[in-house]
């Protein structure tokens, strides 16, 4: 773990990658209307928080695809995303439940 301080809850998960370093909040008790799910830079400066597969449905797991290109992300709500690691954006989601 870095030093990076959570927003809302606690640290579940952070990646550093060249960009910044994607953090993942545990959701239970984060914020409403957030993404618990973020890209901080090297002076904890928010570059961008994950856009939401829906509306306060927050994220419970992150991870690398294969080509390290993008974050392959789960729901609360049983969602698999895929997240664009330059902006947050969200590029895709299946319903897996």
Request: proline residues 3%; negative net charge.
């Amino acid at each position: 773990m870095t030093d990076h301080q959570p927003r809302h809850t606690k640290i579940e998960k952070e990646i550093v990658t060249n960009l910044g370093t994607v953090i993942l909040e545990h959701p239970v008790g984060y914020a409403r209307g957030k993404s618990n799910l973020y890209c901080v830079s090297s002076d904890d400066k928010v570059l961008w928080f994950a856009e939401l597969p829906e509306e306060n449905v927050l994220y419970t797991r992150v991870r690398f695809d294969d080509q390290g290109e993008k974050l392959l992300t789960y729901s609360v709500r049983g969602h698999a995303c895929e997240i664009d690691l330059k902006t947050g954006k969200l590029l895709s989601k299946i319903s897996i439940s």
